[in-house]
């Protein structure tokens, strides 16, 4: 086996996720996007905020597979976890002064991400995948599937403006009071509003003089939370 493999192979062993974990829970106020996703799990709590989890950009689950671990944690049993990727990596996108992605960056096929999940020991009928790029998948049928839930913690990893966006305006009908929304590239592009997550952001909340997003936790290194408010 090559070393790659054996490398890969440990990243997504149980065991090695539970250590990660017990390390984490001891240093749950430092912020990092672990630490940021028990935060929101708890504010969820204590706020008793309803809805399911929504993760846009999975790769190998990393945020998932804790996500899934924090829904067990604070005892959120009828939760769902949603999971939008397309499982291709990183669309193309247009030049950016300051961009650091590529097409296909991130590429985890999706019978490689189920199978990292049931090494974590997360079964297949505990989350639910929505497969595609978001200028397809974010779409009537997705809603469809939806239909009726809320989402109480909402994260965003798809680096690029034009994948934010999308999700953007497909999430707003789940939003409730107290729905926490991560960003974990707010900061990227060295930190410019007018690229990438920010910008998306900014123009999002131009357009919804209804729709409240108040400033929660930054977190390491790039990441930053909102507190959704519906006026
Ligand atoms: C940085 S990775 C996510 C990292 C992950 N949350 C983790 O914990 O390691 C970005 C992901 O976003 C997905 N993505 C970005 N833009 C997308 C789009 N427009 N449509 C579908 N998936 C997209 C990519 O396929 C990739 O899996």
């Not at 065991?15 to 708890?42: H, K, Y």
């Not at 790029?133 to 690029?160: E, M, Q, T, W």
């Amino acid at each position: 086996m090559q070393i790659k493999q054996i490398a890969k192979r440990l990243v997504d062993a149980a065991w090695v996720a539970r250590v990660i974990e017990v390390l984490d829970r001891r240093s749950d106020n430092r912020t990092t996007e672990l630490g940021m996703l028990s935060q929101a799990f708890e504010f969820a709590k204590i706020n008793d905020v309803p809805g399911d989890y929504f993760e846009f950009g999975l790769w190998r689950g990393k945020t998932f597979g804790y996500a899934y671990r924090m829904k067990r944690r604070y005892g959120r049993d009828n939760m769902k976890l949603w999971g939008f990727d397309s499982f291709q990596g990183l669309p193309a996108t247009e030049k950016h002064p300051d961009n650091i992605w590529y097409e296909g960056q991130f590429a985890c096929t999706r019978p490689e991400f189920e199978k990292i999940m049931g090494s974590r020991g997360i079964q297949r009928s505990e989350y639910e995948l929505i497969q595609g790029f978001y200028s397809d998948s974010l779409n009537d049928n997705a809603h469809r599937r939806l239909s009726g839930r809320k989402a109480a913690v909402i994260y965003v990893d798809c680096d690029l403006y034009e994948s934010t966006i999308q999700v953007l305006n497909f999430i707003e009908p789940y939003i409730v009071n107290g729905s926490i929304i991560c960003f974990d590239d707010f900061y990227n592009y060295k930190g410019d509003p007018a690229q990438g997550e920010q910008k998306a952001l900014a123009e999002f909340l131009q357009q919804r003089p209804l729709l409240h997003f108040i400033p929660y936790l930054d977190y390491a290194p790039l990441g930053k939370s909102f507190i959704c408010r519906l006026k």
